[in-house]
C-alpha cells in the first residue's frame, strides 16, 4: 500500500515540488540581516524594508483589542466582513468619485493576496504581462509561477531634476497578441515616483485599444509629496471593464503585520475571486478587520500628520544623499523610498552595486537594498533606501554612506 511514510522513506518524483524558481524579496532577507547584527549588539542603521517606522496608530489597535475582548476571533465572509467593504467603498467613492459597490471588493490578507488572486486568474501559460521596471517583485514572480512570461519595459530615467516616468511609447510597442495584462504601480516603488495625470491616461488609453487589463497597484496613495495631484485609476468611469485594482492597509495606516488589502473589480468576478479564496485562506483575520474599519473610519489625521513628516524625511535624505560623490538624486514624489542612481560612483570604484550594498553591511552596519533586486535589470544601477526612518538614523546612516564612499574611492 502507498503511504504518505512508505513514500518519505522512498522518494518518487511525486516528491518533486513543481514550484518554478522564483526570486524571493530582498526586503525580507535584509531584515533578518539587520535582526542578526543588532543581536550582535552592533548599531544597525536600516533603510531596508518597506514599512512605516511608527507603529500602528493607537485607535486601531485599540479597536483590534476591542475585537478580542468581544471574541470576534470566529470565521468572517471570505470576501471580509460587510461593514469593513462598505467603508472601503466609502473611502474610494469619496476620494476617487468612484462608485465602487462594496460587492465589487475582496479583502485579502495583505496587498500581496490581492495580487497573487489578480495575476492567477488570468495568467496562463505563454500569457504575457508588461511590467514596468524596476519593479515590486510580486508581479513577475505570480506570472512566471502561473507559466506566464513577465515583459520588462524601463521606465525612462530623465536625471536629478525629472526623476522617472513611465516609457508609453515602448509599453505600446512591447504588446504582443499574447499580452493579456499592464502593471501599473503608483505611487511607485521603488523609484518613488508618482506619474502624472498625461501618463496614466496615455496608459489606460493604450490599455483599452488593445483589450488589456490595468492590474492598477495603488498601496501608497496617500504617500503623495508637495501637494501633487494624484490621478487613482479608479476615477476613470469605465474601470470596471478594464481595471483590477489593488490597495491596502499595510503602509498608509502602518498595519503591515496585520495582513489586509484588497481587491476591486467587477462584481461577477468578486465573485469568483470568493469561491477561489475560500479554498485557499477562508478568510481574512477576523478582528484585524475591525480594526481596519477603524483606520478607514477615524485615522486620517494620524496619517496626514505621518505624510507630513514623511516629506521633511524625505527633504532630509534627499540633500544629504546628493552630497555624496557619484549619487544622483531625485527627491521622490510618492511612496517611501528613494533610488539615487550610483552608476557614476560605481564606475569610479570599480565595484557593483550589490559589492557596495554588502560593504556598507559589513563594514558600516547599514542596510539599503541594491536596485538589482526589483526586476527586472533596469535598476541595477541603482540603491533604494526607505525614508520611513527618524532624522537622526537618517542623518547617521548618509554620513556612514557618505564615509563608506570616500573609502572607496580613495581605493
Ligand atoms: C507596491 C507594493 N504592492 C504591494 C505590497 C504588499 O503589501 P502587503 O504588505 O499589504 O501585502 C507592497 C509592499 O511592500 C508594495 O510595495
Known amino acids: 500500500m502507498r503511504t504518505w511514510c512508505n513514500n518519505l522513506s522512498s522518494p518518487t518524483d511525486n516528491f518533486k515540488p513543481i514550484i518554478p524558481e522564483l526570486l524571493g524579496e530582498a526586503a525580507f532577507v535584509y531584515v533578518a540581516k539587520a535582526n542578526e547584527l543588532a543581536k550582535k549588539g552592533f548599531k544597525v542603521i536600516s533603510f531596508g524594508v518597506g514599512q512605516p517606522d511608527i507603529p500602528t496608530f493607537p485607535n486601531i489597535v485599540e479597536a483590534g483589542k476591542d475585537a478580542l475582548d468581544k471574541r470576534l476571533t470566529g470565521y468572517t465572509e471570505t470576501a471580509g466582513i460587510y461593514e469593513l467593504r462598505e467603508a472601503i467603498s466609502n473611502y474610494l467613492n469619496s476620494r476617487y468619485s ?14 500581496k493576496g490581492a495580487i497573487f488572486l489578480a495575476i492567477s486568474s488570468y495568467i496562463g501559460p505563454g500569457d504575457e504581462v508588461i511590467v514596468p521596471e ?31 516616468a513611465l516609457d508609453t511609447e515602448k509599453i505600446e510597442s512591447s504588446i504582443t497578441n499574447k499580452t493579456k ?35 492598477a ?11 501633487l495631484k494624484f490621478k487613482g485609476i479608479l476615477s476613470e468611469v469605465d474601470w470596471r471593464d478594464y481595471v483590477l485594482y489593488i490597495n491596502g492597509f499595510s503602509k498608509t495606516f502602518s498595519m503591515t503585520g496585520w495582513r489586509l488589502g484588497y481587491l ?17 485562506y477562508s478568510c481574512p483575520t477576523s478582528f484585524a478587520q475591525k480594526a481596519a474599519v477603524t483606520a478607514l473610519t477615524s485615522s486620517w489625521d494620524h496619517v496626514k500628520d505621518m505624510v507630513h513628516l514623511f516629506q521633511k524625511r524625505r527633504d532630509l535624505m534627499a540633500k544629504l544623499l546628493s552630497k555624496v560623490p557619484g ?21 569610479q570604484s570599480k565595484i557593483s552595486t550589490e559589492e557596495f550594498v554588502e560593504y556598507l553591511i559589513e563594514k558600516y552596519k547599514v542596510i539599503t537594498l541594491p536596485g538589482s533586486c526589483f526586476p527586472d535589470k533596469a535598476g541595477s544601477k541603482y540603491i533604494r533606501f526607505s525614508f520611513a526612518s527618524s532624522f537622526e538614523a537618517i542623518e547617521e546612516g548618509v554620513i556612514r554612506i557618505h564615509n563608506a564612499v570616500n573609502e572607496l574611492l580613495e581605493k
Open 134 to 164: 524596476p519593479s515590486f517583485p510580486a508581479y513577475s514572480e505570480v506570472t512566471r509561477f502561473m507559466g506566464g512570461k513577465p515583459v520588462f519595459v524601463p521606465l525612462k530615467w530623465l536625471g536629478s531634476e525629472k526623476g522617472f
Open 327 to 347: 549619487f544622483e538624486v531625485w527627491p521622490s514624489k510618492g511612496a517611501f523610498y528613494m533610488f539615487p542612481n550610483i552608476s557614476r560612483f560605481l564606475e
Open 98 to 111: 468612484a462608485d465602487v459597490k462594496p460587492t465589487e471588493i475582496i479583502v485579502t490578507p495583505g496587498a
Open 217 to 227: 497597484d495603488e498601496i501608497y496613495d496617500n504617500f503623495i509629496y508637495d501637494n
Open 181 to 215: 495584462m499592464i502593471i501599473l504601480n503608483n505611487p511607485h516603488n521603488p523609484t518613488g515616483a508618482l506619474f502624472p495625470e498625461e501618463e496614466i491616461v496615455k496608459l489606460y488609453e493604450i490599455a483599452k485599444e488593445n483589450k488589456i487589463i490595468v492590474l
Open 264 to 280: 476591486v473589480a467587477k462584481e461577477e468576478l468578486v465573485q469568483k475571486l470568493t469561491r477561489y479564496a475560500v479554498n485557499i
